[in-house]
Nanobody, 124 residues
Framework: QGQLEESGGGLVQAGDSLRLSCRASSRRFSNNGMGWFRQAPGKEREFVAAISWNGGYKSYGDSVKGRFTVSRSNAQNTLYLQMDSLKPDDTAVYYC?????????????????WGQGTQVTVSS
């Protein structure tokens, strides 16, 4: 419980950028794949991005490809999501998660630990 904590969300305008952070507190995830998901009101949870344990493999959801960049610092036990060219459709609660395996996945079922989420709101 409470092992992942997101930060960096907020209210921005379309075209702006935000960087989300996800810090692991009581446990190290340097050997685990990590991921970002989001959920907008009335919609299902959507895969955003995933990264392998060493950052060598990354994958993105179709709706964010070319605009979002996932990265990690194992030394700081922190996961990042750089979001550029934000659109109103990006408005959602963003969650970070730690996978059971070393490579992240687009499937939420591959993840064991989840953060509480951070709200991102993009105005038009």
């Amino acid at each position: 419980q409470g092992q992942l904590e997101e930060s960096g969300g907020g209210l921005v305008q379309a075209g702006d950028s935000l960087r989300l952070s996800c810090r692991a507190s009581s446990r190290r995830f340097s050997n685990n794949g990590m991921g970002w998901f989001r959920q907008a009101p009335g919609k299902e949870r959507e895969f955003v991005a995933a990264i392998s344990w060493n950052g060598g493999y990354k994958s993105y959801g179709d709706s964010v490809k070319g605009r979002f960049t996932v990265s990690r610092s194992n030394a700081q036990n922190t996961l990042y999501l750089q979001m550029d060219s934000l659109k109103p459709d990006d408005t959602a609660v963003y969650y970070c998660a730690a996978a059971r395996g070393a490579v992240g996945s687009s499937s939420a079922s591959a993840y064991t630990y989840w953060g509480q989420g951070t709200q991102v709101t993009v105005s038009s």
